[in-house]
C-alpha cells in the first residue's frame, strides 16, 4: 500500500489526504452545473463547499476522538495531531449536515434543494475517499478465507493488527459509493421530486455501510449496543440515517401530490 504518495523534504504527502482533496474538487464540479440550473450563485457553492469541508474534518476527528478517548485522555494535545490520523467519517457527515442547514438558511437556500444537488457529488466522494483509505491502510476490514482477501504490509495500520489475509472493506465502501452514485444519476433524470435524491442516498449509504461494518474491524469499545445483536456507533447512526431517508422520500412526494413542490429543470 501507499500511506505516503511523494515527499517534499521533510512534507509528507498522504494518500488518504490527496484523495479526499480530489474527491471535494470533483464533487464540486459535478454539482457546479446543477446549482447554476437551479438559480443558486456560483459563491454560495463555493461558501458551502468550504464549509462542508471544514466542519467535515472537525466532525470526523471530534467523533474519533471521542470514541478513542482512552488514547486522548492521557494526551490531550493529541487531539490536535491529526496528521497522524484518527477520523471518523460519520461525525463528519453529521456535522456538516447541521453546519449546511444552518448556511443555507442564513443565504435562504432550500437545504433539501441545495442536498440534492450536492447528493451525487457526496456518493462519489464516497467511493474516491475510500480509494484513499485503501492506499493508506486504515478503515480495515475483518480477517477472512476469501480469494481476494488482502495482507496489508506490517508499516500499515491494517498490517500492524493481522498477519493474514483481511477483506478489503474499503474497495467494497469504494465500490457501493460509485453504485449509490450511478443510482442517484437515473433517478435525477426521472425529475423526481426535491428531497428524494438526497433521502436515496441516505438509505442507500446506511444500508451498505450497515452491512459493510459486520465486517469491518473495530475496537471493543467501539460497540454501542452487544444484544441480541452487535452493533457499532456507526451502525446505530446508520440505523437513523435510513429512517431520515425514508421520512425524507416519503414527505417529498406527499409534497408532489399537493402539487407544490419544487421540480428539477429539464438540462
Known sequence: MYPVLFRLGPLEIKSYGVMLAVSFLIGYLIAQRK?????????????????????????????????????????????????????????????????SYLYLKKKEVPFTLMADILAPSIALGVAVTRIGCFLYGCCYGLPTDLAWGIQFPGHSAAGSHFHELIHPVQLYASAYGLLIFLTL???????????????????????????????????????????????????????????????????????????????????
Not at 41 to 60: A, T
Not at 252 to 257: D, G, L, M, P
Request: net charge positive; charged share 15%.
Open 185 to 267: 444519476l437515473v433517478i435525477e433524470k426521472r425529475n423526481p421530486p426535491t428531497g428524494v435524491l438526497f433521502g436515496t442516498l441516505m438509505v442507500m449509504y446506511a444500508t451498505a455501510r450497515f452491512i459493510v461494518d459486520f465486517i469491518r474491524y473495530y475496537e471493543p469499545e467501539q460497540y454501542l449496543v452487544r444484544n441480541p445483536v452487535a452493533l457499532t456507533n456507526n451502525q446505530v447512526i446508520c440505523i437513523f440515517l435510513f429512517i431520515f431517508g425514508i421520512v425524507l422520500i416519503a414527505l417529498s412526494y406527499k409534497e408532489k401530490s399537493r402539487g407544490g413542490t419544487h421540480r428539477w429543470p429539464a438540462a
Open 35 to 99: 446549482a447554476q440550473r437551479n438559480g443558486i450563485e456560483q459563491s454560495v457553492l463555493l461558501d458551502l463547499c468550504f464549509y462542508i469541508l471544514l466542519s467535515s474534518i472537525i466532525g470526523s476527528r471530534a467523533f474519533y476522538v471521542i470514541t478513542h478517548w482512552e488514547q486522548y485522555g492521557v494526551n490531550p494535545l493529541g487531539v490536535f495531531s491529526i496528521w497522524e490520523g484518527g477520523l471518523s467519517m460519520m461525525g463528519g457527515l453529521l456535522l456538516s449536515l447541521v453546519v
